[in-house]
């Protein structure tokens, strides 16, 4: 029986977090179980807005080393860099004529995003569209999205409903699976908002290279509640939860056990506790970066042969949809 198809994406960045490792790099990878898994390094969603090329192209190899790293299997998945297949673009393009102005007007992270830069290019408004290629090439089952997600999902079955009345069936209506509780990772410095690498400071987040010293003065001055107990309570404790939060993630032990576990001890213990659980977790994690970083070329290796395969698929669905609709 063939496993559904399931595609994620992640934009190439300098860094990468404990939150985007557990809120869904990691439930990728257990995903390759029961899916056919493509996971794409999205370069084109990444120019829109503005990169120096020599950053981009390093941030592109780092974050496919970090991606096998964390686990994503290229024997088992494919792994590819977004420009790589071109059918990415050739088709958004078809669907940007099919995709009404105001739809785009009222993407909320189009919104976010334009009040937090000086300028606005197209490509910014238009991304959601390019999104939506993406996950239509490959004649997706589910992708795998956030609640800050949903949007992008709908808009792509919309798009692919509207394509398929219009000219008959050609494009599969993906499915969009809400990542686990595990992706509300809030910031160390401030636990209201998600862990973020755009944070102010770097001490909001803990990146997955940063070295075990770095990890345990990042958990020792995380901010905390006011009281002493370490228990979970979102509203009173929303600090001390999110710490609970990662404690359990990477533990794998239930949240209630590990209030019972410190129990009557102090924050200073429970934090000590949670830096030596993140770092034995990371730690095999950063050997497996380094053996890859000293090892360009396989990597680039593994980068071309995830966009062969990716190729094969799309340029399929990219010449069926261009028959469609007439071109000669």
């Known amino acids: 029986m063939q496993k559904p198809i399931l595609l994620s994406g992640v934009a190439p960045s300098g860094v990468m977090h404990i939150g985007n490792y557990l809120g869904a790099i990691s439930q990728w990878v257990a995903m390759q179980e029961t899916h056919s898994v493509s996971v794409m390094i999205a370069d084109l969603h990444a120019i829109t807005v503005p990169q120096e090329p020599a950053a981009l192209r390093e941030n592109t190899?780092?974050?496919?080393?970090?991606?096998?790293?964390c686990g994503i299997n290229p024997e088992q998945s494919i792994l590819f860099v977004q420009s790589h297949v071109p059918a990415h673009a050739e088709l958004a393009w078809i669907l940007n004529t099919m995709t009404p102005l105001g739809e785009l007007e009222r993407m909320t992270q189009f919104k976010d995003k334009r009040d937090r830069q000086s300028d606005t290019y197209a490509g910014l408004f238009n991304y959601p569209v390019l999104m939506a290629a993406d996950i239509l090439l490959y004649q997706t089952d589910a992708v795998p999205v956030g609640e800050d997600q949903k949007q992008h999902i709908e808009l792509?079955?919309?798009?692919?409903?509207r394509f398929n009345n219009r000219f008959g069936e050609t494009f599969k209506i993906p499915e969009g699976i809400i990542l686990k509780d595990t992706g509300r990772i809030m910031g160390l410095d401030d636990p209201i908002k998600k862990m973020s690498k755009s944070a102010a400071s770097a001490n909001n987040y803990i990146a997955l290279l940063d070295e075990p010293d770095e990890i345990r003065r990042k958990i020792k001055i995380a901010v905390t509640d006011s009281g002493a107990d370490v228990a979970y309570d979102e509203e009173q404790k929303p600090a001390i939860s999110n710490l609970l939060r990662i404690f359990s993630a990477f533990s794998g032990s239930p949240v209630a056990d590990i209030e019972n576990r410190y129990r009557g001890k102090t924050y200073s213990t429970f934090k000590d506790d949670l830096a030596e659980c993140v770092i034995e977790k990371l730690t095999p994690l950063r050997a497996r970066y380094?053996?890859?970083?000293?090892?360009?070329?396989?990597?680039?290796?593994?980068?071309?042969?995830?966009?062969?395969?990716?190729?094969?698929?799309?340029?399929?669905?990219?010449?069926?949809?261009?028959?469609?609709?007439?071109?000669?």
């Open 61 to 69: 190899l780092r974050m496919a080393r970090l991606l096998i790293a």
């Open 156 to 161: 792509a079955r919309s798009l692919a409903k």
């Open 290 to 328: 380094r053996e890859l970083s000293a090892d360009k070329e396989s990597v680039l290796a593994i980068l071309r042969a995830g966009a062969a395969r990716a190729r094969a698929s799309a340029e399929k669905t990219l010449r069926t949809a261009q028959e469609k609709i007439g071109f000669l």
